[in-house]
């Protein structure tokens, strides 16, 4: 006979909450599994009525959604948690962000309302800024260009079952070069394919087709993630959220 764990089931999730935070500063070379981590004790200092998983080992019903690579900044990294009694979003946004260390920012909170689809299906593109020191404007102009005229690019890609050719070019949605105070500014909309072409591999694709090989570190951040829209960038996945006035709830729990 199949063993239950002793004592009654923990409490029903009554609310998800889907929050939007940065990685800034030193924390861009935080992992994903430290970041998370980072949140949960954030939650927990911030005794935000989590739910929890049945069985033996109940784990807190958190999703965290497209994380940026290690070594990136990011100005969008979303997750959604589960609470075990309602809880006004701002108060958990203002509670949560006091609990974290800088560089973590917890920008916005909103309620998941029913009906309006799942967040991830929201995450199918990324808008990165890469800002290349040293590197002349022209030159990556003309790098931008040549890739963009081209309908294959491939590039080696390491992955957890080591390098692996993959065609940078098919995830590029479009591309434009600026500079700032002497900078050169490369901002790039990617389709988020599997597996994920990533700011590092556009450098890669850009040394392929015009030897474009930056003398200092790129510096990358994520501007945006979202649904790609019909202009070609990437819309705000919290939007639907907003959008839809959800009916009178029962008195939120002070969080």
């Known amino acids: ?15 998800k909450l889907r929050l939007r935070y940065t990685k800034r ?45 290690t070594g990136a900044a990011s100005e969008a990294e979303y997750f959604e948690i589960g609470l075990s009694a309602r809880c006004d979003p701002e108060q958990v946004r203002r509670a949560l962000d006091a609990s974290l260390p800088p560089g973590i920012d917890v920008l916005e909170c ?3 309302v029913e009906g309006s689809g799942s967040l991830a299906d929201r995450l199918d593109a990324t808008r990165w800024r890469i800002d290349l020191p040293g590197v002349d404007t022209g030159d990556l102009d003309a790098a931008v260009q040549e890739l963009l005229s081209r309908d294959v690019v491939t590039v080696a890609k390491r992955t957890k079952n080591g390098l692996r050719d ?6 590029v949605v479009g591309a434009e070069v600026t500079e700032e105070a002497g900078c050169a500014i490369l901002t790039v ?20 087709v015009a030897d474009l090989r930056p003398p200092l570190p790129p510096r990358a951040v994520r501007e945006a993630q979202g649904r790609l829209d019909d202009s070609g960038d ?10 839809v006035r959800s009916s009178p709830q029962e008195e939120s729990t002070p969080v």
């Open 189 to 208: 909309v990617v389709r988020q394919l599997t597996p994920t072409v990533r700011p590092d591999d556009v450098m890669a694709a850009l040394a392929v």
């Open 25 to 69: 500063g030193p924390l861009r070379f935080a992992s994903h599994r430290d970041l998370a981590r980072a949140l949960e004790r954030a939650l927990r200092r911030a005794q935000v009525p989590m739910a929890f998983s049945a069985g033996f080992s109940p784990h807190p019903k958190i999703s965290y959604m497209g994380a940026a690579p």
């Open 234 to 243: 990437v819309a705000d996945p919290l939007g639907p959220d907003r959008a």
């Open 1 to 15: 006979m199949a063993r239950t764990p002793d004592g009654p089931p923990p409490p029903p999730t009554v609310q």
């Open 166 to 171: 993959i065609d940078a070019r098919a995830a």
């Open 110 to 112: 909103v309620e998941a």
